[in-house]
C-alpha cells in the first residue's frame, strides 16, 4: 500500500515537473520540431532526387549520377536524430535527455560521414571502371576495393566518435597504426601491384585492347588485374606482367598513335644516274601510296656505290592499328616496288629495318 502511494506520489510530481517544462518551453520546442520537420523533409527531397538518378543509370556514370549516389543513402535513422538534435536545441531539453541526444547525434553523423564517403569514392571509382567494360579485372575487383574502403571509413568514424564522447584514443590510434604498419609490410607487394592497378586506371596509359611495346616485348593488352596484366603477343603467347613492374618500363602504347612510322632501308641496283634516283622516288611514292591508310614521309638517296649501288631511305606513315595488316602493307609496297623497278631494268638487291651496310667506293 505504502509503495502504491509512493509510485503514485512519484507519476503527479513527474507529470507536474512536465507540465512546467512545457509551459517554459513550448514555443521553443514548436519552434525546434517546425525547423526539424523542414530539415528531414529537405533530406527525403534529396534522397528521393537521388534515388531517381540512380535507377536511371546507363553504363556511363557521369558527376550527375556521382553525386545522385550519395544523396540516396541517407539513412532515415540520421534524419531523425537531426531533427531530434535540432529540437533539442531550441527547446530546453533536461540535461541528461539533451546529453544523450548529442551522444545519438555524434554517432549517427559520424556514421552518415563515413557512408557518404564511401559512396562517393566508390562512384568516382565506378565511373572509372565504366570505360573499362564488365570485364575488367578492376570491375571484378570492386567487391575488395569496397571492403578496404568500408574498413578505413568505418575505423576512423569510430575513432571521432569516441573521441567526441571523450575516450582516450592516443594508445588505440597507436595500436592501428602498429598493426597497419605490419600488415602493410607483409603484404608490400600485394598493395604495391593494388596500388598500381589504381594508377592504371585513374591515368589510363593503356586501357584493354590496347597494343603496347615495353622493352622487347609487343602485345595486345586482355585483362587489366588487381595484381597482374595479361597481355597477347603478336606471335600469339600470353604474356603475364606485374602491375607494379609494367609501369616502371618505358610504355610505348600503339592505339594512342594516329599512325605508326615505318621505316625501310632499300638497297637498289642499276645504272647510277640522276634519273635512276628521280625514278626509284617516284616508283616508291607510287607503290605507297596505292596502300589504302599509307602515306609517304620521304624517299632519299642516302649513299651511292662505285658499282652502280644505290641506297635509299623510304619512309612512311601506317595508319592501320592492326597487327597483321602492317606488315602485310609492307610486303605489298615490296611487291609492287619490286615490279616496278624490274620494268625499268633496276633491282632491287636488299629491303631492311636495319640500316644498309656502306657500299664499295
Known amino acids: ?90 527547446a530546453e531539453f533536461p540535461h541528461k535527455i539533451a546529453r544523450l541526444i548529442d551522444i545519438l547525434f555524434i554517432i549517427a553523423f559520424a556514421v552518415q560521414g563515413a557512408i557518404w564517403v564511401r559512396e562517393l569514392i566508390l562512384a568516382l571509382i565506378g565511373r572509372r571502371i565504366a570505360g573499362e567494360g564488365n570485364n575488367s579485372g578492376l570491375a571484378n575487383a570492386m567487391a575488395i576495393i569496397r571492403v578496404l574502403i568500408s574498413v578505413t571509413l568505418f575505423a576512423i568514424a ?31 607487394g600485394i598493395f604495391s601491384d593494388l596500388f598500381a592497378a589504381l594508377s592504371i586506371l585513374f591515368d589510363k596509359p593503356f586501357k584493354k585492347g590496347d597494343t603496347i611495346r615495353y622493352d622487347q616485348s609487343t602485345g595486345t593488352v586482355e585483362r587489366i588485374g588487381l595484381k597482374t596484366t595479361r597481355l597477347r603477343s603478336i606471335t600469339g603467347e600470353l604474356l603475364i606482367m606485374a602491375n607494379t613492374k609494367l609501369l616502371e618500363r618505358e610504355i610505348h602504347n600503339m592505339a594512342a ?28 611514292a607510287k607503290a605507297v601510296e596505292e596502300r589504302k591508310g599509307c602515306k609517304l614521309i620521304r624517299c632519299t638517296l642516302s649513299g651511292a656505290g662505285g658499282g652502280g649501288g644505290l641506297s635509299f631511305d623510304l619512309v612512311y606513315d601506317d595508319a592501320t592499328r592492326d597487327n597483321d595488316v602492317m606488315p602485310a602493307n609492307r610486303a605489298a609496297i615490296l611487291r609492287a616496288l619490286v615490279e616496278s623497278l624490274a620494268a625499268k631494268k633496276l633491282q632491287l638487291l636488299r629491303a631492311s629495318d636495319q640500316p644498309t651496310a656502306p657500299l664499295p667506293l
Open 158 to 188: 569510430g575513432i571521432l566518435i569516441l573521441d567526441n564522447l571523450g575516450v582516450n584514443v592516443t594508445a588505440l590510434v597507436a595500436g592501428l597504426g602498429i598493426g597497419g604498419i605490419a600488415i602493410g609490410l607483409a603484404a608490400q
Open 257 to 284: 598513335a594516329k599512325a605508326r612510322r615505318v621505316t625501310i632501308y632499300l638497297a637498289i641496283g642499276g645504272e647510277a644516274s640522276a634519273a635512276s634516283i628521280d625514278m626509284v622516288a617516284e616508283l616508291a
Open 1 to 90: 500500500m505504502i509503495a502504491t502511494e509512493v509510485v503514485a506520489k512519484t507519476a503527479v510530481m513527474a507529470s507536474q515537473d512536465l507540465a512546467t517544462w512545457f509551459n517554459n518551453n513550448h514555443q521553443g520546442l514548436l519552434i525546434g520540431l517546425l525547423v526539424g520537420a523542414i530539415i528531414v523533409a529537405v533530406m527525403l527531397i534529396l534522397r528521393t532526387i537521388g534515388q531517381r538518378i540512380v535507377a536511371r543509370e546507363t553504363e556511363t556514370i557521369g558527376w550527375r549520377t556521382v553525386v545522385g549516389r550519395v544523396l540516396a543513402r541517407t539513412t532515415t535513422v540520421f534524419m531523425v536524430v537531426a531533427a531530434a538534435d535540432v529540437v533539442s536545441t531550441y
